[in-house]
């Protein structure tokens, strides 16, 4: 579980994201599953994706 998912705070979804940058990831998948649908998405939205960088269009 640790190597396929991302759980807890924020702040924990922006390590771990960073970590498998450093590694290589250049994307990620969000699987809404659970019962803090609109929230995880809410923080990808406004929190994370932003903690990570912008993406350049090619």
Same mark, same amino acid.
């Given at each position: 579980m640790d190597r396929f998912c991302i759980l807890g705070t924020v702040e924990d979804?922006?390590?771990k994201l960073r970590t498998l940058k450093e590694l290589g990831a250049d994307q990620f998948n969000i699987y809404l599953m659970h019962d803090a649908m609109e929230e995880t998405l809410e923080a990808y939205g406004k *929190?994370?994706?932003?903690?990570?960088? *912008?993406?350049?269009a090619v």
């Open positions: 979804h922006i390590a *929190e994370i994706i932003p903690a990570l960088g *912008e993406r350049t």
